[in-house]
């Protein structure tokens, strides 16, 4: 006794601070088993251990099993290979399959039909005679403005715009843009006959190979 105060002897450390020199480390399967010798355990749901790895200590036929240091189970060991041991817990915190069932939908005569309002077709006549006196009124409002190429190309603007469900943006911009470049060249050939221009010339037409000292492309930059 004396000597062991003078030493300064302690006892042998227990639990994992001694197990874990003759432990061995198994990675738990994400349905809660782990793999010993053959035979699959089951461990129980508390503490959570699925996908990481434990350690197993064999001693005296029982398996003692470390997570993070700490013992969380002690089972027995089973001699046939190929075996499956389930814990009484480890699936205590998985929902039985019956909540887990999709409810049913009912088929489509079992479905309530939706409320339908009943109107009297006079309204309806009513409706489309507003919109056709709307379409009436845009030629008269085109000319007020003077934009008579629009006049003229409305009904294909507006079929256009219907085909490629244009929205009410992109369809002002083309009518504006068609306008406006209708304009412009009207104004170019306007402008190029009261110059009274014998010959209409364009650098698409002029034969560069007549005078190779011209950059083709520096010109048409």
């Not at 046939?80 to 939908?105: A, C, D, M, N, Y």
Request: hydrophobic share 35%.
């Amino acid at each position: 006794m004396n000597r062991w105060v003078e030493e300064q002897l302690r006892p042998l450390p227990t639990d994992y601070a001694w197990e874990r020199f003759g432990a061995e480390e198994r990675r738990v399967s994400w349905d809660g088993f782990l793999s010993y010798d053959g035979v699959l355990y089951g461990l129980p749901a508390e503490p959570p251990v699925a996908g990481s790895v434990v350690q197993v200590r064999e001693r005296q036929l029982q398996l003692r099993v470390f997570a993070k240091g700490s013992l969380i189970a002690t089972l027995t060991k089973r001699p046939r290979s190929q075996e499956i041991v389930q814990h009484p817990t480890q699936f205590s915190k998985v929902s039985p399959t019956g909540s887990l069932r999709k409810t049913e939908q009912p088929l489509g005569h079992q479905v309530t039909p939706p409320t339908v309002e009943i109107r009297n077709l006079a309204e309806y006549d009513q409706l489309f005679r507003k919109a056709g006196n709307t379409m009436n009124e845009i030629p008269d409002l085109l000319k007020m403005l003077h934009f008579k190429y629009v006049e003229q190309q409305l009904a294909n603007l507006m079929e256009e715009a219907r085909i490629h469900s244009l929205t009410y943006d992109a369809f002002l911009r083309r009518v504006l843009s068609l306008e406006v470049e209708a304009r412009t060249q009207t104004a170019h050939q306007n402008r190029r006959k009261a110059a009274h221009l014998p010959v209409s010339k364009t650098l698409e037409a002029f034969d560069f190979s007549f005078q190779p000292s011209i950059n083709e492309r520096l010109v048409c930059e």
